[in-house]
């Protein structure tokens, strides 16, 4: 797909994710509308050192979304990846690949280690292939990279 373009978010605000947060609800998840009510609240905004949100858009329509937090559930310098989501119509075209790439080069700098949780088989796959280890018995960590 040409035309992607993966860039950090300044503002989720000036973001328009109707269209990614009315998808996401009918498929079931959560997530988004977190990142959302996370946001306004002021609970996350990504905004902490070492910490962002990437979109990807192709022209000018969001298609994907994800972001690096410092993990909230760790003392060591770990970070985890947060809130990805495809629309549909995008997904197996390399969009979350690049996304989750944006998040890895930007981890490797600050962290040393990247960590998420995942219960979506095929998430757990995806993650796989971009060099994540799976991890069991950790109910906060279902994968981790090592920097």
Do not use: W
């Amino acid at each position: 797909m040409t035309n992607l373009i993966v860039h950090e978010v300044a503002d989720l605000n000036a973001a328009d994710l109707t269209e990614i947060l009315r998808e996401s609800t009918e498929e079931g998840h959560r997530h988004i509308n977190r990142l959302l009510r996370e946001y306004i609240t002021g609970t996350n905004r990504f905004d902490q050192e070492s910490e962002a949100l990437f979109a990807c858009r192709m022209d000018h329509r969001l298609i994907g979304i994800c972001g690096l937090n410092r993990d909230p559930y760790a003392e060591a310098n770990i970070g985890r990846v947060r809130r990805l989501y495809v629309l549909k119509e995008f997904r197996g075209h390399g969009v979350g690949r690049r996304l989750v790439e944006a998040v890895i080069h930007m981890a490797s700098s600050h962290y040393s280690k990247l960590v998420l949780k995942t219960d979506n088989p095929q998430a757990s796959e995806f993650y796989k292939r971009l060099g994540f280890r799976e991890i069991s018995n950790n109910g906060l960590v279902t994968h981790e990279l090592q920097f």
